[in-house]
Nanobody, 119 residues
């Protein structure tokens, strides 16, 4: 019954912002590091960002460092990805994940949310 429901994707212009949310259920959310992965058309599934169980430490892909911020609210079983200064190369389907091994795209637990950055 693990479920990860991503939302917040959409169309943004270069330089714009989006905030993704992931609502989790079916497991003890606070016991897991959480993260975001993405898959662009024709490309591999890559780590975007990870956050530790209480949100005190984060990790980012070099490609998004300084532009994206991952956060979590354990009381709401939700993890977020604030995306600023968006670039066309950020276009991808974004998946939320429990940090257990490699990213999986598509996820067996959630549907992902599409982010498109274009003029």
């Amino acid at each position: 019954q693990v479920q990860l429901v991503e939302s917040g994707g959409g169309l943004a212009q270069p330089g714009g912002s989006l905030r993704l949310s992931c609502s989790a259920s079916g497991f003890t959310f606070s016991n897991y590091a959480m993260g975001w992965c993405r898959q662009a058309p024709g490309k591999e599934c890559d780590v975007v960002a990870d956050i530790t169980t209480r949100g005190f430490s984060t990790n980012y892909a070099d490609s998004v460092k300084g532009r994206f911020t991952i956060s979590r609210d354990n009381a709401k079983n939700t993890v977020y990805l604030q995306m600023n200064s968006l670039k066309p190369e950020d276009t991808a389907v974004y998946f939320c994940r429990r940090v257990i091994g490699k990213c999986g795209c598509p996820s067996e637990w959630g549907r992902g949310t599409q982010v498109t950055v274009s003029s």
